[in-house]
Nanobody, 126 residues
Framework: VQLQASGGGLVQAGGSLRLSCVAS????????MGWFRQAPGKEREFVAA????????YYAGSVKGRFTISRDNAKNTVYLQMNSLIPEDTAVYYC????????????????????WGQGTQVTVSS
């Protein structure tokens, strides 16, 4: 499975961005999808995840209420709508795919995912 993330950029605090991640080479609808981010000098952290059907979503506390994850299985694409961005959201954002099931703690673990995209940079200026 190949994952291609896009949509990052430079935005002012309070602004919005929508990230996209297109999958190819596998059965997209069978995978859970996640978004993670990594800021300079920090570990990769969980942002949001969605199960294979889109019926369950999970969010990190720091983005809940501001970010929305969704998927379109017909387009092999997962999205991350990011609103009310703050400078602390600045990071490289990665999408990931895997056969993930269970609750939030499992979806939030990078080790639960088998495939990773190349990342897209999001920079939020104050």
């Amino acid at each position: 499975v190949q994952l291609q993330a896009s949509g990052g950029g430079l935005v002012q605090a309070g602004g919005s961005l929508r990230l996209s991640c297109v999958a190819s080479g596998g059965t997209f609808s069978s995978y859970a999808m996640g978004w993670f981010r990594q800021a300079p000098g920090k570990e990769r952290e969980f942002v949001a995840a969605i199960n294979w059907s889109g019926g369950s979503t999970y969010y990190a506390g720091s983005v809940k209420g501001r970010f929305t994850i969704s998927r379109d299985n017909a387009k092999n694409t997962v999205y991350l709508q990011m609103n009310s961005l703050i400078p602390e959201d600045t990071a490289v954002y990665y999408c990931a795919a895997g056969y993930v099931s269970g609750g939030m703690p499992i979806f939030a673990r990078p080790q639960a995912y088998n495939y990773w995209g190349q990342g897209t940079q999001v920079t939020v200026s104050s």
